[in-house]
C-alpha cells in the first residue's frame, strides 16, 4: 500500500512539475509590458551644486528577461521646459533584466526659475507593449524648492523620522542639518561619486532621531496655540516605497511631532 501511494505522489509531482514549465514556456516574449511606478516624481535641486542632475525615474515590468537590449519609446506629452532644459540620457532595459529607469538629464534651475515640468508617455513598440493603462503616462518636476528626496535618501527618512512628507517637515531639518539632510544615506553602498550621496552611520540617524523630537516638542511647548503643522501637501505613506502622490492624504492636517517616528 505504501508503496502504491509512494508511486502515486512521485506521479502528481511530476505532472505538477510539467504543469509549471509548460505555464513558464507560454509566455511569450511579445507579452512583456512596462509602466511608471507612480504618476508624479519630484527631485528637489536644493543645495546641488552641479549644472546637471540625473534624475531616475523608476518602471514597473511584467514579462521574462531577454539576452538582447530593449528600448522603451517615449513621447512628451507635454512639458514647461524646452529641449536644452533636460535630455534623456537612459530609456533601455538591459539584457538578462527585468528592470530600469527613465534616466533624464535636469539642467539646474537658474535664479527666479521656481521648477520644471515634462510629462512623459510610454509607447508601445516591438518590445514592450502596454502596461497598467493608469501608469502609462508620469509627470517628471525638478525644482528648486523642498520635494521629497531620492528614494535612496527618503527610505531612511522613513525609518528614523517620520513616515509622512511635508514640505514644512522638510523646512525644518533642512534648518538643522542644512542641504547635506537631503544627500544622507544609511549604507556606504549607495554612495557614488555621480550621486552626491553623504554616508551617515546608524548611530548618527539615531542621534538625528531624538533631536528632531527634541526641536519640534521644545517648540510646541513653548507656543501651546501654534505648534508646527505640516504643509497641506501632506502625505502619510504605508511603505517608504509608495510613490509620491499615493499616499494618504488626510482630512485634517497634522501636527508635525504627531507623526514623528519614535524609536
Not at 546637471?52 to 528600448?71: T, W
Not at 540620457?89 to 527585468?98: H, R
Not at 534616466?103 to 512623459?120: F, H, N, S, T, Y
Request: aromatic share 10%.
Amino acid at each position: 500500500m505504501k508503496r502504491y501511494m509512494t508511486v502515486i505522489f512521485a506521479a502528481a509531482l511530476a505532472c505538477l512539475a510539467s504543469c509549471e514549465k509548460s505555464d513558464i514556456q507560454t509566455f511569450k516574449v511579445e507579452d512583456c509590458s512596462v509602466s511608471f511606478t507612480g504618476i508624479e516624481n519630484s527631485f528637489s535641486l536644493r543645495g546641488w551644486t552641479e549644472e546637471y542632475k540625473d534624475l531616475h525615474i523608476p518602471l514597473r515590468m511584467i514579462g521574462i528577461p531577454v539576452d538582447y537590449d530593449r528600448a522603451i519609446t517615449l513621447e512628451i506629452k507635454d512639458s514647461i521646459a524646452t529641449p536644452g532644459d533636460y535630455q534623456i540620457l537612459s530609456s533601455v532595459v538591459k539584457a538578462g533584466e527585468l528592470k530600469a529607469d527613465i534616466v533624464v538629464r535636469a539642467k539646474a534651475l537658474p535664479d527666479g526659475v521656481e521648477q520644471k515640468v515634462i510629462v512623459m508617455k510610454i509607447v508601445p513598440n516591438e518590445f514592450f507593449r502596454a502596461g497598467l493603462p493608469r501608469y502609462q503616462e508620469a509627470i517628471v518636476k525638478w525644482t528648486n524648492s523642498y520635494a521629497r528626496p531620492v528614494p535612496d535618501v527618503w527610505k531612511n527618512w522613513y525609518l528614523y523620522i517620520s513616515t509622512g512628507y511635508s514640505k514644512a517637515l522638510h523646512k525644518i531639518l533642512v534648518e538643522e542639518y542644512g542641504d547635506e539632510i537631503d544627500f544622507c544615506v544609511r549604507r556606504k553602498s549607495e554612495v557614488t561619486p555621480e550621486n552626491g550621496l553623504i554616508y551617515k552611520d546608524p548611530t548618527w540617524w539615531s542621534t538625528l532621531n531624538k533631536r528632531v523630537r527634541e526641536i519640534v516638542r521644545d517648540h510646541d511647548l513653548m507656543n501651546p496655540g501654534n505648534p508646527y503643522m505640516h504643509s497641506d501637501d501632506y502625505e502619510d505613506y504605508p511603505s517608504a516605497g509608495t510613490p509620491v502622490g499615493q499616499g494618504r492624504k488626510p482630512t485634517v492636517i497634522p501636527t508635525i511631532y504627531s507623526t514623528l517616528v519614535s524609536l
